[in-house]
């Protein structure tokens, strides 16, 4: 990414750094979303980041490295697979569960239980966004870093949505201006045979199955740990409630805001009381624009917010995955 005013100078880096190292929570930007981040190597900073949230201690977090060494000091073992989409996807929006190392040498600790919802595997990935790693560097430890909003709610891709969702909670908050993919990185455990597609996201799963052969996929969890962040009934909602749509059938009554994929509109029942917000044809824009668009439709404190169906097809899979648990009721 080019310098622009946006990227914080390497004094508020190495300010940052000192607040990781002292057990503090830094909003930091990615290219997916803003990330929550805390030492991963500290039980206490990290439960600050699940009190924060309100975040359920079943939901596990995605560690954030600098380097692949520094994945492989984590974890038992480095497969091919993930050297593979290692030199292939990161830095980038692709994290990689594997099983994490238990017992290593005195000299590397190892990442507590707390992070991992008590499993025994952990989610690595090295973000592609010159902050983040500068961030990682300086403060010489893994970030664990879910997204920097309350559990369930809407994923910020601004310094300003993180401010709006946690307030004076989060320690400093480094500003890096809008996240270019817009929405939550892919996790593909590669802890069996056959990887398993844990969470859709930017890198798809036509990219994964060209590189690394077939990919099964996460069956839906309602108890327990989640293998991924993500997995979470309820999931990346406004306050609004959202609906899901097809061929304009929006409400009729009430003030509305519709996120319009379609063009020309098929709105079958178009009135004054209906904001149109045309989103982008192309699915990685249109993932990249989504959670801006949610925000703004949130803010305008309409009755309701209606979204059209994306298309049926491969690389629509993350939206659609993002869509169908905003629009989950309570």
Known sequence: ???????????????????????????????????LGANALDAE??????????????SPLIVHIASIKMAKQLVDTWPQTADLLAMKFWPGPLTLVLRIKEKPPSIIPTIPSIVTAGLKTVGLRMPNHPVALALI?????????????R????SPTTAEHVRNSLGNEVDCILDGGPCKVGIESTVLSLVD????????????????EALIGPISSAQEMN??????????????????????????????????????????????NIGANITIIQMPQSAADYAASLYEALHQADDAKADWIA????????EWEAVQDRLKRAAVKD
């Open 1 to 35: 990414m080019p310098h622009n005013q946006f990227i914080p100078d390497t004094e508020e880096i190495k300010s940052a750094a000192r607040i990781i190292r002292e057990g503090g929570l830094v909003a930091f930007p990615t290219e997916t979303v803003y990330g």
């Open 45 to 58: 900073a990290v439960a600050r980041i699940y009190a924060v949230k309100r975040r359920p201690a079943s």
């Open 137 to 149: 560097e300086a403060s010489t430890v893994p970030l664990a870093a879910p997204s920097a909003n």
């Open 151 to 154: 559990f369930t709610e809407l």
């Open 193 to 208: 045979a056959i990887p398993v597609l844990l969470r859709p996201g930017a890198v798809s799963r036509r990219e994964l």
């Open 223 to 268: 108890a327990g740990p989640h293998p991924a962040p993500g997995m979470h009934p309820k999931h990346y909602s406004p306050r609004t409630k959202l609906l899901l749509v097809e061929n304009g059938q929006v409400p009729v009554t009430g003030t509305g805001i519709y996120l319009q994929h379609t063009h020309p509109p098929k709105l079958a």
């Open 307 to 314: 979204v059209d169906q994306p298309p049926d097809a491969t």
